[in-house]
């Protein structure tokens, strides 16, 4: 029994399976024969007890299945039945009886299906010709009605207003499949607005001629609008055993059933027309629409656009108009739209081709709807509109040719060859070439289907070129054989033509092309004990069911606790995903509660290490039969390791963990009043930065910093999506304390926290060791300089001019003010005063251009000369050559003798000064210290 579930308690029961770890039977295992004949898999052929199922037998019904099973209808001769456990036998015998035999081609559930309806428009009153014949050019068919012609359209739908005056004189016996003992009298009203727009197309009256399109009625869908692919299948046999030429279907399913694939292709094969609507969900092309001789029709606006709601795909064959005045249930009528409107509009059309051509084939009649469509987008063939709008005047009007996509001769002449369709062309004799080409959505195969219409033995050839730029692959004589090539994503070209250059007569050939997806990379993985192992991180995936019975088993092997999330999401229609869940040896667990195309999720829950399978499959087509599906399916698989707490216990002042400088220490705050305490010790002034790390994205945190005393000394807080908080703090000799605590607890990961600390020397991290550190002490005393915000002093950065000024200003006391101005100097700098200062005792000036450059480091000369000016030493001659690199004609050789003399002014070991370098802070200061320590 599989267990399905609703999104809000999923993480409840999988906490309780899972973390708790509760024991149940084993359900699964890693013996691949037990695999292969259990009837376990939550969606193996037996998995949809209580409702009956499709079967196609490989002969003939099993005699003992016949026996345990109530047979509701044949067909075939047998060969498909209907069936159903009889009253008394036990459901899981059946199904294992059934799954057992092998006797069966498919068996498939008898799935629901739905009428293709949209919100109704408001009733108005009908013009002299309703807009939508105008539209399709219905109206202008009348001057090509010039004999009597009868043919028959069957609805198979909700049945028909059997009393519309509209629709009675057309009607003739249909049945109902719903209760079989009632006439097929419409109850919900969707098949008598079908009814309403085959009347008004398919009958026309010029004069005494008249085609005349006669409707049958087939109620083979329920008063609410649903019904069973059973009932589907029997209404179209019905209505073709029973003479109709045309069968309208404006249901829809996403699934493709193998069930329903053969009643279309009996239909073909009997001479019979299906037209389908495609859909209303702005999504892939529905079934039965999607079948190859199936005529797809979607659907445009008033003004010829595509409407957004209606599907599209390779499929797609043609559009008509989205909106509709047809008849309504009780003898009325109203507006109605979308593409199941449509397509009673192409049915009609259908008619009028075959009562203008009584001799045509349902693929010549296929051909004329697309060769007259008008081009309402791209030219030629596209996935939104197909060939185009369709055009009942020039359906009945143009002159029938086989092969409508020439010229196709070159390369550059291609034409789009949509695939999983089947077109018709014709090769000429000698040197006529079709190209055509293929743009495929996904990397996959395409299998080419070639057979001559008239000519089954004629030879031709085939090219295939994975791309514009390759020399192509030859396939000889391909209509004895199917051709499979590989495809990848994009355009790709194709080259039919004659393999006999010499002969005489031409081929018409119907070409069925079929695409099968990719097969991913985690192939093969369609058992349990084959399941493909995932490493344990976030991560997303993309897969595919690329063949029959396709089903994607996955492994996790988690070895530490976490948190672990799961979404299956795809971009089709044509997928409905079911996500089945377990840990090894536990009871397993199958999501699977939205619709087609939706994604499917199990929300984050704890998971204990261990063995974790998952199984992804398309649930629309839960069965043996299960075909490839176009589309990509991604499982996004979110897991967070939950991390333990090395430091607990550590929630209160007393148990903090004491920290050593420049050591990471780890944590995490997993209960909702956690509190982390930590613990620091410093022997001297200094200058402390906390940094905390590796934040929670989704978290806010609180670093407190406290003294010895459990008082706040300074506090912050992250932003949310901020990952990193910091304290900087100068601070005195003692104990410290580290609160951290956050809005909400985490475990999937931890943060860091580290301690630094610089001792401060005179209010400076910078200087400890340094060889000007007395004299920058003694300086900072003085208050004759100073450092950084930072707590540094940059001993080893240029002396800018500025600060060279300001600091003589300040170290001999210098308080007088200048008048003098400079341009690049405005009284909001910060040494404005100092330098006016200067300036005013005679120490300081600028430059030619009325500029002081306070920014521009200063040479060790120029530092020489501002020391002579703030000392007012007089100009004495030098007795003699101070240093080994100073001329006796250099032009500050004076001074530097004078302050060498002192003992103020030293040079470097070589003997050398380097007058043009630029002066260091700590080298001015230095100078400065021996200056002011000696007056």
């Known amino acids: 029994m599989n267990i399905h579930l609703k999104p809000a308690v999923i993480s409840l029961v999988l906490a309780a399976v899972l973390l708790l770890g509760i024991a149940f039977p084993m359900q699964l295992t890693e013996n691949p024969d037990q695999l292969q004949s259990s009837g376990f898999f939550p969606h193996s052929p037996m998995s949809a007890s209580g409702s009956s199922w499709i079967v196609k037998w490989k002969n003939r019904i099993n005699p003992e299945i016949e026996q345990a099973s109530e047979v509701i209808r044949t067909e075939e001769a047998g060969k498909i039945t209907v069936i ?288 007259t469509a008008e081009d309402v987008e791209s030219k030629g063939w596209d996935m939104y509109t197909g060939y185009g709008l369709i055009r009942a005047d020039q359906a009945v009007s143009a002159k029938y040719v086989n092969d409508f996509y020439e010229p196709n001769d070159t390369k550059g002449q291609a034409k789009p060859l949509p695939e999983d369709t089947m077109i018709t062309g014709e090769l000429k004799p000698t040197t006529d070439a079709d190209w055509y080409y293929l743009n495929s959505p996904y990397n996959g195969k395409v299998t080419f289907r070639m057979a001559g219409v008239d000519t089954p033995e004629s030879n031709v050839n085939m090219m295939f070129f994975g791309d514009a730029d390759s020399k192509g692959t030859l396939y000889e004589n391909i209509l004895s054989h199917p051709v499979v090539v590989p495809v990848k994503k994009g355009k790709s070209y194709v080259k039919f033509y004659l393999g006999d250059q010499t002969a005489s007569s031409s081929v018409v050939y119907q070409l069925t092309t079929a695409f099968n997806i990719y097969k991913d990379p985690f192939e093969d993985n369609d058992r349990q004990y084959k399941a493909y192992l995932l490493p344990t991180k976030t991560q997303t995936v993309t897969g595919t069911f690329d063949h029959t019975g396709d089903q994607d088993w996955y492994m996790l092997d988690i070895a530490e606790s976490g948190s672990l999330g799961i979404t299956v999401s795809t971009d089709t229609a044509r997928m409905d995903l079911a996500l089945t869940f377990e840990k090894k040896d536990q009871k397993p667990i199958q999501i699977d509660w939205y619709k087609d195309g939706e994604e499917e999720s199990i929300p984050p829950t704890d998971v204990l290490p261990g063995k974790y399978y998952l199984m992804i499959q398309n649930d629309i087509s839960a069965d043996s039969a299960s075909p490839p599906v176009r589309g990509e399916y991604k499982l996004s698989i979110q897991f967070n390791k939950k991390y333990v707490d090395p430091n607990e216990p550590n929630d209160k002042p007393y148990q903090a963990v004491m920290m050593g400088m420049d050591s990471e220490y780890s944590g995490v705050l997993d209960q909702p009043k956690d509190v982390d305490w930590f613990m620091f010790k410093i022997g001297r002034d200094s200058l402390v930065n906390v940094n905390l790390n590796q934040i929670p994205s989704d978290r806010v945190m609180s670093l407190t910093l406290l003294d010895e005393n459990q008082k706040q000394v300074a506090i912050n807080l992250n932003n949310l999506g901020e990952t990193r908080l910091s304290i900087n703090q100068r601070l005195a000799s003692g104990t410290y304390y580290i609160r951290l605590s956050a809005d909400f607890p985490f475990q999937q990961q931890m943060y860091t926290l580290k301690v630094h600390s610089a001792a401060l020397i005179a209010g400076y991290t910078d200087i400890s060791g340094h060889w000007a550190e007395p004299s920058i002490v003694e300086m900072t005393k003085l208050q004759a300089v100073k450092g950084y915000p930072d707590y540094t002093f940059r001993p080893d950065n240029e002396l800018t001019r500025a600060e060279a000024v300001t600091m003589i200003v300040k170290a001999f006391g210098i308080t007088g003010k200048s008048a003098a101005s400079y341009s690049d100097l405005p009284k909001t700098h910060w040494a404005y005063s100092y330098v006016g200062s200067a300036d005013a005792a005679g120490i300081v000036q600028g430059y030619q251009d009325a500029t002081f450059q306070p920014d521009r480091p200063i040479s060790r000369m120029e530092m020489a000369v501002l020391i002579a000016k703030a000392l007012h030493l007089k100009n004495k001659k030098a007795d003699g050559i101070p240093f080994q690199d100073i001329a006796p004609d250099y032009w500050g050789i004076d001074i530097l003798a004078q302050l060498k003399a002192k003992g103020w002014l030293t040079g470097y070991e070589d003997g050398t000064f380097h007058p043009k370098d630029s002066g260091s802070r700590a080298e001015f200061v230095s100078l400065l210290d021996r200056i002011i320590g000696n007056q």
């Open 84 to 371: 159903q456990p009889k009253s008394g036998v036990a459901y899981k015998k059946w199904e294992a009886l059934l799954a057992g035999s092998g006797q069966f081609v498919y068996a498939e559930p008898n799935k629901k299906i739905r009428i293709e309806e949209t919100q109704d428009t408001p009733n108005n009153a009908a013009g002299t010709v309703p807009d939508f014949l105008r539209q399709i050019h219905q109206d202008k068919v009348k001057q090509f009605v010039t004999a009597n012609r009868i043919i028959t359209v069957a609805v198979v739908d909700t049945g028909v207003d059997l009393n519309h005056p509209a629709i009675a004189p057309y009607l003739i016996p249909g049945i109902n499949l719903i209760d079989s003992s009632q006439p097929p009298q419409d109850d919900n009203g969707h098949g008598t607005n079908v009814a309403g727009v085959v009347a008004q197309v398919g009958n026309v009256k010029n004069g005494n001629n008249k085609w005349t399109t006669r409707i049958m009625p087939i109620k083979a869908i329920e008063a609410d609008g649903q019904g069973d692919e059973e009932k589907l299948g029997q209404g179209i046999r019905y209505a073709v055993d029973h003479g109709a030429k045309i069968v309208v279907l404006s249901v829809g399913m996403n699934r493709n059933s193998p069930y329903i694939k053969d009643v279309a292709q009996y239909a073909e094969d009997h001479g019979a027309v299906l037209v389908s609507a495609s859909g209303n969900e702005n999504r892939s092309v529905k079934y039965p629409a999607a079948y190859p001789t199936v005529i797809a029709v979607g659907g445009v606006s008033t003004d010829n656009q595509v409407v957004r709601e209606s599907n599209f795909g390779q499929e797609l064959d043609v559009v008509a108009a989205w909106k509709v005045y047809t008849t309504a249930l009780g003898g009325g009528y109203k507006y109605n739209q979308g593409t199941s409107m449509a397509a009673p509009q192409v049915a009609g059309v259908t008619a009028l081709i075959w009562m203008k051509h009584p001799y045509m084939k349902p693929y010549q009649i296929r051909n004329m709807i697309r060769e």
